[in-house]
C-alpha cells in the first residue's frame, strides 16, 4: 500500500482516509511518503504493532534540485522583470484567496511576458478547446498572453488545461493558491511568496512550516531544472514605504510631510525577513490523528461479510486518537448505530445467518449517506407531502440545507437582493434612512426555513450525536430549477465568473445526494425531472466531475474527452426505459424553450436543426426571431417554472411504425393565454443509436382551439 501526501493525514475532513488503511490492512505492506512527515516515532510503532513487521525510516534533506531563498522589498511587477531579465521563469505567484490570484492575473496583462513566437505557439495549442462558461472568456486572454490562473474556483476543465499547458512549459507566470502542483509534476523554477500569513478558517496567522516547505518545494523540479528559486516579497506597505521614503529623501520638503502606510487593520499577521528565515529552518509539525465516525463509515463497516459491530469497535479501539476521544466516539457511534436501525436503513439479520446485519435491501446499490446531516433529510422527507404540486422544490430545499454553504455564492445572492429591496424602496418614495434600516433585516433566500429549523431542532434534541452540527437553509440548485436556468445564465446573473467552480462542485453534490440517499419511495416523476435537468446541466457545463465519480462507481466507465454533449453519450440504448427516455426529452425540450425565452436565436441556429422549421430562409435565427415577435405583440414573456413545466403542457404523438415522436410544447405565459405550440420532431431509431436527444423543431404557430 503506498500513500502518497501522507501529511494529509492530519487533516481534519480527509485524514481519516490516511489513517483508515493503517488500521485494517495488518497482511500489507506500506510505503509513507510526503516531504514533510515530521516526527515518525510513532508511526514506526504503529506499523510494528499492526503488522508484526519492521519498519524503518528513510529520511533525507538533500534536494537533488537545490533552492536558493531570497527575500524581496520591491514590487511584484519590478519583481517579475528581474526574473525575467534572469532567466527565473516560469514562476508560481502563490496567493492565499481566490480574489487576490484573480485581481494579480489580471493586473499582468500589461507586462509581456512571453514572446512572439510563443504567443503563437499557444494560440495553436489552443485549437479545438472551448470556452464556453461566462469566464471562460478571460481564462483564454490570460492563457493567450503566457499567464495562467489556477485556484478552486475555476472550473475543473481549466484547472487541468493550464496543468498540462504549464507541464508542457508554455506559462511562463502561472497566478494561483495553493492547489496547484498536488500531484501533479508541473515545471516551475520559481516560487513567489506574496505574503506569508494566511487565513486558516478561524484566524489569520503565519504559515505552518508544513504549508510553507509544501509550497516551496514545488520549485525547481527534477528534469527540469538545476537550480530553483524561493523569493518571498515583503509586506505591502512595506514595499510602498520604502519606496515613499527613497522619492521624499530627493527633496527636503516631500521628507517633512512623508507619512508612513499603515499596515492592514484586519486580516493581516506582520512578516519580516526573519520569520522568512525561520520557516526556511523549521522542522514539520507532528501530524495529529482526525480520525472520527460517520454514517457513511458505519453503513460501509457494518454491512461487512461477517460481524461488522465487532471490526467497528476494533476500528475505534486501534484508531490514533487519545483515549478520552474513543469514549465519545464510542457514544457516538452507538448513536449513530440506532438512529439507522430504527429507519430500517440497517437491518439486524436473523441469529443463524453468517451475516449479522445488513443494508435495507429496498435501497438502492449504492446509496450512501456521506453528508452528516443526511438522517435529518431522510427523516424529514416523510414529513412531505409527495403529492404536493411543490414537493420537489421542498425536497431540493432540505438536501441543500444539510450541504456547506458555498459562501460566495450566498454572498452575491444577498448582495443582489439587497440591491433589488433597495430599489424598489426607492421607487415607492421611502426614505434613505428607512431604506437603509430595512436592508438590516434582508437575508439570502432560505425557502422552506420555517419548516427546516423547526424539525431540525426536532431531531437534534432526540439525538444527540448531531451535537455542534447545524442545519443550513439556503437556495441554489433549487432556485436554478424553477427558474431552469443554464448555468451561464445563472453565473451571469449573480456575477459569479470567479466562482464557476464552486457552483459546479454545489450542484454536483446535490446531484449526488439525490442519485445515493434519497431512497427511491421519495423519488416521484417530478423529482427524476429534477434529477436530470441538474445532471445535464453539469454534463453541458463540465462533465468532469461526473466522470470522476462514475469511475470510481464504475471501473469499466469510459468518460468522453471531447466537450461535454447535452446528454450522456454511449453505447447504451437510451429509449429502453420509456419513462427516463421522456424525461430527458423534455429536459432537451425545455433547454430550446429557456434560449427561446432569452431570444437567444443564434445560439439556437447554432445547437438545433432549423431546416424544417424554415427551409428557404438564408438567415434562419432571424426568421426564429421575427416568428417570436407574434408571441411577443400578445404576451410579455415565456414562463419556465415549475407550474409551465408541468407535464400537462406537454404532448407527444408516437407515429403508428413507432419511429418518431412529435412533441406539441404549450409556450405558457404571465396571461394564461396559452395559446402557442413549439412542435419538435424526434427520431427513436437516431437517439437509440447515437444515445442522445436531437430534436428537431418543426413549428412555432398559435395553437387551434
Known sequence: VIMDEFHYYSDPERGVAWQAPLLTLAHSRFLLISATLGETRFFERELERITSNECVTVSSTERPVPLEFNYIEDSLTETLGKLQASNQFPVYIVHFTQRSASETAQSLLSVNVCSKEEKAAITKELEGVGFTSPFGKEIK??????????????LPKYRVLIEKLAQKGMLKVICGTDTLGVGVNVPIRTVLFTQLCKYSGTKTGILTARDFHQISGRAGRKGFDDEGYVIALAPEHVIENKRLEAKAAADPKKKKKFVKRKPPERGFVHWDEQTYARLQSAPAEPLSSSFKVSHGMLLNVLSR????????????????????????LRKQSFQLFRAL???????????????????NVELQDDFSLNQVLSLYCIDTLGLLDTTAPDYELKLLSLVESILENPDIILRKQL?????????AMKAAGIEYDERIEELDKVEYPKPESEFIYETFNRFAAEHPWVGAENIKPKSIAREMFERYSSFADYIKLYGLMRAEGLLLRHLTNVYRFLEQSIPPAFKTEPVNEAITYIENLLRITDSSLLDEWNTLKDPDYKPSFDEPA??????????????????????????????????????????????KLYPDAKWKHTELGNAMDAYYETHDWIRLDPAAR??????IIESDDRLTWTIEQTLVDPEALNDFLVIFELSIPEARESSSIQITPTSIRPSIA
Request: net charge positive; hydrophobic share 35%; glycine share 6%.
Open 141 to 154: 486572454k490570460l492563457i493567450r498572453s503566457g499567464i495562467g490562473l489556477h485556484h478552486a474556483g475555476l
Open 305 to 328: 461479510e461477517g460481524d461488522g459491530c465487532a471490526a467497528m469497535r476494533q476500528l475505534i479501539r486501534d484508531c490514533h486518537n487519545t483515549e478520552h476521544s474513543k469514549k465519545s
Open 341 to 359: 436501525v430504527d429507519r430500517s436503513i440497517i437491518e439486524i439479520m436473523p441469529p443463524d445467518s453468517p451475516q449479522k446485519l445488513r443494508v
Open 415 to 423: 448582495d443582489k437582493a439587497k440591491s433589488d429591496k433597495f430599489a
Open 566 to 611: 447535452p446528454v450522456k453519450a454511449g453505447p447504451i440504448d437510451i429509449t429502453r426505459d420509456r419513462e427516463a427516455f421522456t424525461r430527458l426529452v423534455r429536459n432537451e425540450v425545455f433547454r430550446f424553450l429557456r434560449m427561446l425565452a432569452n431570444k437567444e436565436y443564434s445560439e439556437i441556429n447554432e445547437s438545433y436543426d432549423l431546416n
Open 646 to 651: 408541468n407535464v400537462a403542457n406537454t404532448r
